[in-house]
């Protein structure tokens, strides 16, 4: 496929627990980012990669939070010792360029992570 | 990036052109006028974006005003498959800052 690949598209887990969202983005695409939208609410801006530059982290919530970008291509989002207001939909996005104001970004479908 | 301010909702028969306002008074020199929309249980989609001149796609068109203060969306002729919420973004470095945006309700 083309598009943007995010798996696993539900993940339901109990409080306390780690989890792990991965994103395949767009062959060639250098710039990655990942949101989050909770439950009636806009995305907000998580972390964002732009090819081998250090990864701009302003918008992770907490040190819970971390992501990691291996060879330039797929993404994980790992959410540890998760928490109740960590449900949400993960969305991640790929652009084919990062850096300016100008870039395309293509969205996956998501991940809706469910934490009980 | 500088905020903008949408209506939370605005409403249209099908067949009908669309006219969807942004204001962001606050906008610099590098920030490029984003537009998103989000259709029911799916990611957002890239609509348009511009810098200071009117743009031209498959999907909408957009007007940028002269001060760039301001821009619309519009959308030629609205179907029910158009129904969505439309984001209006400012970006001046990459990631978006999603507000709430407008949800459009297409009447058939």
């Known amino acids: 496929g083309a598009g943007v690949s995010q798996s696993p598209s539900n993940k339901v887990t109990e409080k306390g627990k780690d989890v792990e969202l991965r994103c395949d983005p767009i062959?060639?695409?250098?710039?990655l980012y990942w949101y989050r939208q909770s439950l009636g609410q806009g995305l907000e801006f998580l972390i964002y990669?732009?090819?081998?530059?250090?990864?701009?982290k302003s918008g992770l919530p907490s040190d819970r939070f971390s992501a990691e970008r291996t060879g330039g291509s797929v993404s994980t989002l790992t959410i540890q010792r998760t928490q109740q207001e960590d449900s949400a939909v993960y969305l991640c996005a790929s652009s084919s360029r990062g850096r300016g104001g100008s870039n395309e970004q293509f969205f996956g479908p998501g991940t809706r992570l469910t934490v009980l | 990036d500088a905020k903008t301010t949408q209506p939370n909702s605005m409403e249209s028969n099908e067949e009908e052109p669309v006219h969807l306002p942004c204001n962001h008074s606050t906008i610099s020199g590098t920030d490029y006028i984003h537009w998103y929309r989000q259709l029911p249980s799916q990611g957002p989609e890239y609509v348009i974006h511009?810098?200071?001149s009117n743009v031209n796609n498959r999907m909408a068109s957009l007007a940028i005003a002269e001060d760039r203060k301001s821009s619309t969306l519009i959308l030629h002729r609205a179907t029910l498959r158009d129904a969505a919420v439309y984001y209006c973004?400012?970006?001046?470095?990459?990631?978006?800052?999603f507000g709430k945006g407008t949800m459009l309700l297409v009447s058939p």
């Open positions: 511009g810098l200071t």
């Open positions: 062959s060639g695409h250098t710039a």
């Open positions: 973004i400012l970006s001046s470095r990459g990631a978006l800052t």
């Open positions: 990669f732009q090819g081998n530059s250090a990864p701009d």
